[in-house]
């Protein structure tokens, strides 16, 4: 191989070393955002236990009453909020995993084979 598709060929490679220190940020702050989430669904789910449990410990004569029915919507607002958060959760570790892949991919594959294509 000549040297001016050699230098290209190293250009592109020092590119895709800086495209793989992007993804590797992209993947930090995904799992920051993840862990954050995470936490925000303990404190909710924390808060829909206690008026989970105030609702069904309220007395018989409060069951039909306005404040019985908004502290029963209060807690299906909540379940929904867990529910989305799980999901999206479950989302940004799959898209941190795939993001994983990804680097490896370029780091193993595609620098490799360009690297024994120049000889390095």
Sequence with gaps: MNSKRRKKIEDIISNLE??????EFIKSKLSEVRHNLDS?????????????????????????????????????????VVDDIESIVGDLENAVSTIDDKIND????IIGNLEAAIGA
């Design 40 to 80: 925000a669904k303990d404190d909710v789910d924390m808060i829909l236990d206690e008026e989970t449990e105030a609702r069904d410990n309220m007395p018989e004569s409060l069951q039909d009453t306005e404040r019985y029915y908004q502290s029963d919507e209060a807690v299906a607002n909540m379940e929904a």
């Design 18 to 23: 800086k495209h793989k220190t992007d993804l």
């Design 106 to 109: 370029i780091e193993a594959g």
